[in-house]
């Protein structure tokens, strides 16, 4: 079983930056594509970006041209870089991977953005 472990959340001032990244327990070994999501408080888990596993990056509307998902194949860690954040932005954020059979959470990471 794959576990995916996530770190780089934390509190942050309006227009300011983070880097979430989010690593394999163990070598994945298949192709897979990997996604970020986020739930708000008091609202539903929605989809934030994606990158295919041939490389193609999506980007929801919220937040396109602030964030960029990127990651290092090699070693199975993912990253979502955040700039410009806004207090909007505020949610708890999941890494997810998704091959064929198989379909891997983070634990969640709380961002906060707030003066």
């Known amino acids: 079983q794959v576990q995916l472990v996530g770190s780089g959340g934390g509190l942050v001032q309006p227009g300011g930056s983070l880097r979430l990244s989010c690593a394999a327990s163990?070598?994945?070994?298949?192709?897979?594509?990997m996604g970020w999501y986020r739930q708000a408080p008091g609202k539903e888990r929605e989809w934030v970006a994606g990158r295919t596993g041939g490389g193609r990056s999506n980007y929801a509307d919220s937040v396109k041209g602030r964030f960029t998902v990127s990651r290092d194949s090699a070693l199975d860690i993912m990253f979502l870089h955040m700039d410009s954040l806004k207090p909007e932005d505020t949610a708890i954020y999941y890494c997810?991977?998704?091959?064929?059979?198989?379909?891997?959470w983070g634990q969640g990471i709380q961002v906060t953005v707030s003066s």
């Open positions: 163990t070598t994945i070994g298949r192709p897979y594509d």
């Open positions: 997810n991977i998704v091959g064929l059979g198989f379909n891997y």
